[in-house]
Every structure is written in C-alpha cells, then in structure tokens.
C-alpha cells in the first residue's frame, strides 16, 4: 500500500503537477468564510416588540440579498467542486487560476453588503453585477487552464461546447444586469434574482 502511495504521488509530481488536496482545502476555506460573512450584515431589528415587524421590514432588502448571494456562492461552490473532481493534479499555473477566482469569491460579502443597503441603486446593481461576471468569468479560467493543461477528464466536443456555452450565457446575463442597473434598476434587480434558480433548473447533464 505504501508503495502504491508512494507511486501515485511521484506520479502527480511529474511534469510539475501536485495533488490537489491544498488548494480544494484553501477553496473550500474562502467559500465557507464568504458564506458566514453574508449574514454578517444583517442586525436584528432594534427597539420594542410593538417595532419588531417595521423594523424586519426595513432589513427585509439585506435579508433578500443574503439569501441571493449564499444561493449564488453555493452555485459557485458547486461548479467549482465538479471541475476538481475531474482533475487528476494542479499545475502553478491553475494554482493562480484558482487563487483569481476565489478573490472575486471574497469581494461578494461586500458587494452584498452594497447591494443590501441601497438596493435599487444603479451603482450598487452595477458593482454586483460586475463582481457576479469577475466569479463568472474566473471560474471559466479555471476551467479553461484545466483543460488546455491536460490535467483534467477530456470531456466530449459535446460536452465542451456544453461548458462554454453555459459560461458564456452566464457572463452576458450578468453585463446585462448591469446594462439594466443604469436604465430599469428593478428590472437589474430580478435578472440577478432569477440568475440562481434559472441555472439550477436548466441543468439537466454531468457539467464536467
């Protein structure tokens, strides 16, 4: 057994590729502190029990753009996890790759926060619509070093044309939520909210 360790792991080492489990292990640490920091903006009301609807009322926006944003990061989680699961060692270069992706998965707590306390604002729409497209646009890097790396499970023309495309209607929905933001800010507003649950139900086939 220990030969066969031994074996694998100078087999992951060669031609500059490494095990995958440091950097899944940093990934999953900056999603789980990007989950908890969410919620890290939403204060219990204040004042009396005679004041406890008005004020969920008027935390009712951040409390909206907290749910949105753990949907959106658990969506990204998820992507995230299938394309390591495919992967058979990381090189440098995906390393960086990585380390990209999970500073835009950083930046959302605060962009939420942003979006929470002026919610119809054309420039709060705009600066979460563009941190959604740098997530996007990133973890499409991911995927793409992975793959012209030759490090990961060769997916059919299918299925590559599949991945490409999903991405690439990803990224146009969010620039043209922030279109929106400066013409029909509600209209930004709902595209953002409808980015979660549409993705979800239209995947329909094994991503990676």
């Known amino acids: 057994m220990r030969g066969d360790g031994s074996s694998n792991e100078e087999r992951l080492r060669t031609g500059r590729r490494y095990r995958t489990d440091r950097t899944e292990g940093i990934s999953d640490g900056v999603f789980a502190v990007s989950l908890t920091l969410l919620i890290l903006d939403v204060r219990p009301p204040e004042g009396g029990v005679s004041q406890l609807v008005h004020g969920l009322v008027l935390i009712a926006p951040r409390l909206g753009t907290f749910a949105l944003s753990f949907a959106i990061v658990a969506y990204y989680w998820l992507v995230h996890h299938l394309i390591f699961a495919s992967l058979r060692g990381v090189k440098v270069a995906l390393i960086w790759a990585n380390m990209l992706f999970l500073f835009t998965i950083a930046v959302l707590p605060f962009s939420t926060a942003v979006l929470g306390r002026y919610s119809l604002a ?3 729409l705009a600066i979460y619509g563009a941190n959604l497209a740098a997530c996007t ?43 929106c933001a400066f013409l029909a800010p509600a209209l930004a507003l709902s595209i953002f909210v409808a980015l979660p649950i549409v993705f979800a139900l239209t995947y329909h086939r094994r991503y990676y």
């Not at 012209?148 to 969010?174: D, K, M, N, W």
């Open 122 to 124: 054309p420039v709060a």
């Open 137 to 179: 646009s990133t973890l499409a890097g991911v995927w793409f070093v992975a793959d012209h790396s030759h490090i990961t499970e060769q997916p059919t023309v299918s299925q590559r044309r599949y991945i490409v495309r999903r991405f690439g209607v990803q990224l146009i929905v969010a620039l043209l939520g922030i279109a």
